[in-house]
T-cell receptor
Framework: EADIYQTPRYLVIGTGKKITLECSQT?????MYWYQQDPGMELHLIHY???????EKGDLSSESTVSRIRTEHFPLTLESARPSHTSQYLC??????????????FGPGTRLTVL | GDSVTQMEGPVTLSEEAFLTINCTYT??????LFWYVQYPGEGLQLLLK?????DKGSNKGFEATYRKETTSFHLEKGSVQVSDSAVYFC????????????FGKGTKLSVIP
């Protein structure tokens, strides 16, 4: 069983609030990812990291930011939440290397609702 | 670029019916192929994978064979159960220096008693 954790699992907040979604993994994986999952289920990569101090934007433009100060921790921050940010956010990690080693392990997700 | 196309859902089956979810791909190099499953309210879990042509991945009664000639990786199960109700994602990672997964749009399966 993968050891990747996300908190909170559910979050309901008002417009304009600053929020941080937490993601931690205890597997020592170098690579970590954030996905946004829309109600139609499709996954969109919004951020990824190859290791400490590495962050890159994904395929879908996002107003969120990420940081990677420690290997095990990859938080996502929204400075000013809006209703359009309402979504499910999934964090994942994977081993270094290519091919089948790109198998990603997912956390349980954070369901964010912005009122 | 890489892409994955899977059959659109939702798919509704009766318990013990045969399941096929089609998945085809376009990729550079020699991709590895995956099926992930997402149960309600949870994250994605790896269901099975295959790393080269003609490999068959299998798990929990599900199977998929890597078919390079048809660029396909169809998911099958001989007899579905209510507990198989979930969203299924086909995915690939290209061997050409890519470190990311390319996902299909997902297929929602509902199994009714």
């Amino acid at each position: 069983e993968a050891d990747i954790y996300q908190t909170p699992r559910y979050l309901v907040i008002g417009t304009g609030k600053k929020i941080t979604l937490e993601c931690s993994q205890t597997m020592g994986h170098d690579k970590m990812y954030w996905y946004q999952q829309d109600p139609g289920m499709e996954l969109h990569l919004i951020h990824y990291s190859y290791g400490v101090n590495s962050t890159e934007k994904g395929d879908l433009s996002s107003e969120s930011t990420v940081s990677r100060i420690r290997t095990e921790h990859f938080p996502l921050t929204l400075e000013s939440a809006r209703p359009s940010h309402t979504s499910q956010y999934l964090c994942a990690s994977s081993l270094p290397g290519q091919g089948a080693r790109n198998e990603q392990f997912f956390g349980p997700g954070t369901r964010l609702t912005v009122l | 670029g890489d892409s994955v196309t899977q059959m659109e859902g939702p798919v509704t089956l009766s318990e013990e019916a045969f399941l096929t979810i089609n998945c085809t791909y376009t990729a550079t190099g020699y991709p590895s192929l995956f099926w992930y499953v997402q149960y309600p309210g949870e994250g994605l879990q790896l269901l099975l994978k295959a790393t080269k042509a003609d490999d068959k991945g299998s798990n929990k009664g599900f199977e998929a064979t890597y078919r390079k000639e048809t660029t396909s990786f169809h998911l099958e199960k001989g007899s579905v159960q209510v507990s198989d109700s979930a969203v299924y994602f086909c995915a690939l990672t290209s061997g050409a220096g890519s470190y990311q997964l390319t996902f299909g749009k997902g297929t929602k399966l509902s199994v009714i008693p």
